[in-house]
């Protein structure tokens, strides 16, 4: 069965930093590309970075680009989100998606806030 853990999030002031990870089992986690969501309350749910299965290609939405990076350890089937700068917009629950997928991890809440 695949599941997707996130873990990491929690409360930062502006300006801060944050990793998070998504821990992935269930299938072959070299075959597939990942991404990340965010939403936040009352919005659109929203992609956030996506990442290829070997790593090479990675892709950032522009509110993100230049403060976030995705990366994966395939050896350890996890994904990570690094997030630099962070700024009160970035609050929001973020989701690990294997990409294209109906799968979902059950998200990490993100606060930004002084």
């Known amino acids: 069965q695949v599941q997707l853990v996130e873990s990491g999030g929690g409360l930062v002031q502006p300006g801060g930093s944050l990793r998070l990870s998504c821990a992935a089992s269930?299938?072959?986690?070299?075959?597939?590309?990942m991404s990340w969501y965010r939403q936040a309350p009352g919005k659109e749910r929203e992609l956030v970075a996506r990442i290829s299965s070997t790593g090479i290609n990675r892709n950032y939405a522009a509110s993100v680009r230049g403060r976030f990076t995705i990366f994966r350890d395939n050896a350890k089937n996890t994904v990570y989100l690094q997030m630099n700068s962070l700024k009160p917009e970035d609050t929001a629950v973020y989701y690990c998606?294997?990409?294209?997928?109906?799968?979902w991890g059950k998200g990490t809440l993100v606060t930004v806030s002084s």
């Open positions: 269930g299938f072959t986690f070299t075959d597939y590309a």
């Open positions: 998606n294997q990409d294209l997928s109906d799968y």
